[in-house]
């Protein structure tokens, strides 16, 4: 399939938790997903493990949303490897603030 034919998502806070199970159910819907998380060692594993189970179209990203080189440096890798974004999941927050 050619890469415009492909859908292209982000999602960030992608190694853990509510962005994890993001990644699983993107990828398993035929979505190409980059990972992205600060903690390289935990990011990489994510998308390895997800790789195992047979969703190969799953790669790890480094990004912190609160550094713009960082943001930057992704921006630069998304454009040069697949020259589109389709889907941004923005899941990576603090919450400085209780709800209720
Ligand atoms: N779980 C809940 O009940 C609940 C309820 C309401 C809202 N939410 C919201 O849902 C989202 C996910 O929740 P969760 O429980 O799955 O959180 P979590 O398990 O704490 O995961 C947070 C994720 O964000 C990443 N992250 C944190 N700071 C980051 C930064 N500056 N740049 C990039 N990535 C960063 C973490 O990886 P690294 O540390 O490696 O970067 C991790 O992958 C959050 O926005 C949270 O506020 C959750």
């Not at 930057?72 to 603090?94: C, H, M, P, S, W």
Request: glycine share 8%; hydrophobic share 45%; aromatic share 4%.
């Amino acid at each position: 399939m050619s890469v415009t034919h492909i859908r292209v998502a982000v999602v960030t806070g992608g190694n853990g938790g509510i962005g994890l199970e993001i990644c699983r159910q993107l990828a398993s819907n035929g979505v190409s997903v980059v990972l992205t998380a600060r903690d390289e060692k935990k990011g990489s594993k994510a998308a390895e493990d997800l790789q195992k189970s047979g969703l190969s179209d799953v790669i790890f990203h480094r990004l912190d949303i609160a550094d713009r080189s960082s943001v930057r440096q992704l921006a630069e890798f998304v454009k040069t490897e697949f020259g589109k974004l389709d889907i941004l999941v923005n899941n990576a927050a603090i919450a400085e603030q209780p709800l209720i």
